[in-house]
């Protein structure tokens, strides 16, 4: 995984609560068996009228945020479906960083796996950046996980939280799986301490 | 020791290691894998030169894009066809069992596991799609994970995990007739939110939640994610154990009585803390359907589309409006007058033998309108189709002029040829009303499965209640 640990980058608007997963990639993308190509999938039933032309309508068509790497959104978002495919698309269409008051926890795990930061912000604060977005062309943020701070060039400055964990592992590009196989030993003891013969089949041990 | 919830026993029986301050590793005892969100892990796995760990506590099945007619001709998607063929391949290679969409136990993953009796109170089990919280019908800790994940687990058998809140939904009373229990989820949904149960895992509670069948507790399960909870439970009990006795996969014997004696410590003890508590009396839910692109935008049968007017924050108001224009709906309908295009019954939140027969019981000896273009139901496994058969319930739905298909997903989800048409309006009992869910354009209402079949009789919602199957009263 790629490291996270600090972007500046053109900010894009996503001005709706509750955008689910089925949004950011629809159902007919879910048969590729690789995670490459997905940019092109991203919004896709917003983003395209018939034909893939670009619908001049939908905001990440207009010309101001081409190249738009922070995405600004509203409450609950990447709900619905634990699709990985939403994140895969985000990235390879280019966004690196999510700000947002709050997201469903499958999208919000599956963007740390994906390395990108999904940075939780207050209500009142994210609806000042959507004002300043709309107020200023071409305007620009830097998230910067080392620091935990969202930054402009007007001399915003606004802290944000994320767990100590999580950070540490986007900051690094660490392997999750290479971390848990540290665990390997734990894990042969976990399953010798119970039903060794037979798990799928035998009888069940009680809980400890 | 302290009074502990279910939630936190079958956690605390999982916790392989932990440190203060990180996420926990716990050990995932059933690994349910479809076609969909697995392919990109296994060849993962394989670029990092990793093996499956336990292929035995492992499980998978085709459901999502399998075709529910002709499955016995050669696929017409490709897309689809690489993708089965990678599944097949995998479950091959890493000795996986796995239900291919010709198998007689072949279903939705979520049908076919309880079904199957993979399903067991008091264990993890996870797999890469949202729906897993079905599972937590059993009294077992259930939840969707991302394909990294998927990957994380066949490597390691392992998942890293921060513990969620608790939440319990308590359902007191008794559900009037003509409410069932997607009625009882759907108004959950409407009254937590559709982000209401973010960070938790609900356990369902009560009397109403008590006298649920099994398949009544998977359909309030499985929709726990629509609330955004992370699981949903119910403490197993005697409709619990009387329901799994002689599936293929649980123990028999001594060994059933064993594990009976076993999953009855699960229950969340008396004077135990929750985060979050919820009540909702039974007797006054109604019949329910969804009239936005959420399931939390939710009105009474009796009811009308709401006027978008009417929500105070700014946000929602906005959403109503765009969820309004998508259906095209205007505010103020009676919700009894919006008619209808097709019906579609099936889905892992109602696609069980109970759900079949409940449909069945209203439409026998009447006829879909003339007005509906189709009228579809697709058992969720193939075990459940072959029961219901058995029944004679295929003979009823098909003489009332509906369709009956092969197992799978279907058009929960519309990966396969099932696909609800652009500007179409679909009484459904699936899970999801999303924009474009069913198929670009499509206009989705969840309702129960009596209510989606009381439907198609009249071409339009009906106050199942009050109904008798004469048209025109």
Not at chain 2, 10 to 33: C, F, M, N, Q, S
Not at chain 2, 361 to 385: D, M, T
Request: charged share 25%.
């Amino acid at each position: 995984m790629q490291p996270f640990k600090k972007h500046r980058g053109l900010v894009a608007p996503m001005d709706r609560v509750n955008v689910d997963t089925d949004q950011i990639v629809p159902k007919q993308f879910l048969k590729a068996i690789t995670r490459e190509g997905f940019g092109r999938t991203l919004f896709y039933d917003w983003r395209y009228l018939p034909g893939e032309k670009p619908n001049p309508e939908f905001v990440l068509n207009f010309p101001r945020y081409k190249g738009a790497s922070v995405l600004l959104a509203r409450a609950n978002f990447g709900c619905g479906s634990s699709r990985e495919h939403a994140p895969w698309a985000l990235l390879d269409y280019g966004f690196r960083a999510i700000i947002a008051p709050s997201y469903a926890d499958i999208f919000y795990n599956n963007c740390f796996k994906n390395g990108i930061l999904p940075v939780t912000l207050a209500d009142d604060q994210v609806a000042d950046l959507f004002r300043r977005l709309e107020q200023k062309e071409g305007y620009t943020l830097s998230v910067d996980l080392e620091t935990q701070t969202v930054t402009d060039d007007s001399g915003l400055n606004w802290k944000f939280e994320v767990d100590p964990f999580r950070r540490e592992c986007l900051l690094n590009g660490w392997d999750d799986i290479g971390l848990t196989l540290r665990f390997e030993d734990k894990i042969a003891d976990y399953e010798k301490g119970r039903n060794p013969q037979a798990p799928v089949f035998g009888p069940l041990e009680p809980p400890r | 020791m302290a009074p502990q919830t279910l939630y936190e026993k079958i956690w605390k029986a999982h916790v392989v290691t932990e440190e203060p301050g990180k996420p926990a590793l716990i050990y995932i005892d059933r690994h349910l894998v479809h076609e969909g969100t697995s392919p990109q892990a296994f060849s993962g796995l394989k670029a990092a030169g990793r093996k499956v760990r336990r292929p035995d506590l492992t499980f998978a099945v085709m459901d999502h894009s399998v075709p529910t007619k002709d499955r016995n001709l050669p696929l017409v998607d490709d897309i689809a066809a690489a993708q089965f063929a990678a599944l097949e391949r995998n479950c091959k290679e890493a000795g996986v069992r796995l239900f291919d969409m010709h198998d007689r136990n072949q279903g939705i993953v979520h049908v076919i596991g309880p079904d199957l009796g993979v399903t067991q109170p008091g264990l993890t089990i996870v797999c890469g799609d949202s729906h897993t919280s079905t599972h937590g019908a059993f009294g077992a800790l259930a939840f969707g994970i991302g394909t990294s994940e998927v990957e994380h687990v066949l490597a390691t058998q392992c998942l890293s995990q921060f513990k969620s809140k608790a939440m319990e939904v308590r359902v007191n009373g008794r559900r009037p007739r003509g409410v069932t229990a997607k009625d009882i989820i759907l108004a959950i949904i409407g009254r937590i939110g559709i982000g209401g149960g973010t960070g938790h895992v609900i356990e369902y509670a009560g009397e109403a939640i008590r006298e649920l069948s099994m398949e009544g507790r998977m359909t309030v399960c499985n929709m726990s994610i629509e609330a955004g909870a992370r699981a949903g439970m119910v403490a197993p009990d005697e409709t619990t154990f009387a329901y799994m006795e002689g599936r293929p996969f649980v123990p028999r014997g001594k060994d059933f009585e064993a594990a009976v004696s076993a999953w009855k410590r699960l229950a969340t003890d008396p004077g135990a803390q929750f985060d979050r508590a919820v009540e909702l009396d039974a007797a006054k839910i109604a019949p329910q359907v969804t009239w936005g692109t959420n399931p939390g935008m939710v009105a009474e049968v009796t009811g009308r589309v709401p006027d978008p007017g009417s929500f105070k924050d700014a946000v929602d108001r906005e959403a109503a409006e765009r969820a309004l224009e998508y259906m095209a709906l205007e505010p103020g309908t009676l919700i009894v007058d919006i008619p209808l295009d097709r019906v579609f019954i099936g889905s892992c939140t109602n696609s069980r033998l109970e759900d079949l027969r409940l449909a069945a019981g209203v439409v026998e000896g009447k006829h879909v309108a003339k007005s509906l273009k189709q009228a579809l139901v697709v058992p969720g496994s193939r075990r459940v189709k072959a029961q219901a058969e058995s029944e004679g319930l295929d003979k009823i739905f098909q003489s009332a002029g509906f369709e009956w298909r092969d197992s799978g997903c279907s058009m929960c989800i519309g990966m396969n040829a099932d696909v609800l048409p652009s500007g179409e309006r679909c009484a459904s009992t699936s899970n999801r009303n999303f924009e474009g869910r069913q198929g670009k354009g499509g206009r989705t209402h969840l309702v129960s499965p009596m209510m989606a079949a009381a439907a198609a009789i009249e071409g339009h919602f009906v106050d199942i209640r009050g109904w008798n199957g004469q048209r025109g009263e």
